[in-house]
């Protein structure tokens, strides 16, 4: 065998090693980005569970509820093609599409829940920022229109607004419990402001009316008792000078000695 064979067969070698080591490079580089993949969808679906879970029964409407089910059927569409032989992302596919054909034929029109406790109430606003954030980032990612995301947006913020409302109505009840009308009166007038503003479709309008009826009603009330302090202290402050008057009797004891 030749010298020129022989460092051809050495070269054809060093080739395939070196090809094959490549190869073996790009299989592990794609293996790796597929693991960080479906480590980033599976955070992405948990993060939508927990918006979809988070919040008291009925209180996102149909179409927020449509649109977190969507999404979650998405990641796990995308999960599936990740691993195509996945039973866990198959059935939670099938869930997710089953609950959006719910979601579709149920009423637009839920009853609108409120909220009494002051610490779930922080936590649904949180849950909610949350939710407005990622309809931003759906806008952006142009996996719905604008058009929608105004609407998403409203929708939120809306919401937001009318736990704010039902802060302040757990806040008047707990100053009524303590019995401070006056605080209890400031709450009043602040939720009476905030449901104004949402009122643009009158939907607020006899909650507002009822409010503007218990804002006088206070308010009569606490000005018979603020007149009926003054005249209290009145006649505290008269009496205390009654008492800080001098004493002339005994002048008069020595006129008459």
Known sequence: M?????????????????????????????????????????????NFQHLLEGFPDGFLGRDLQLLVCKCLLDVYQQL???RPNSSEYKKFQAVYAERIEQQKNSSSNNPRVSLSNQQQIREVQKLLTTLHSFIAK??????????????????????MAQTTIDGLVSAINEAFKENKEKLALHHMKNAVTKMSELNGDGSYSNHINEFNERIASLEQELDVQDKASKQRRKEADEEWDELNKPDDSWKKKAIYD
Request: hydrophobic share 50%; proline share 0%.
């Open 2 to 46: 030749s010298t020129s064979v022989i460092v051809a067969l050495i070269a054809a070698g060093l080739f395939i090693l070196v090809s094959f080591a490549v190869i073996m490079q790009s299989i592990e580089k794609n293996k790796q980005e597929k693991r960080l993949l479906e480590s980033s969808l599976l955070a992405r679906a948990r």
């Open 80 to 82: 599936g093609q990740l």
């Open 138 to 159: 759906l806008v952006t990612a142009k996996s719905i229109s604008n058009a929608e995301a105004v609407a998403y947006s409203k929708q939120v913020k809306r919401l």
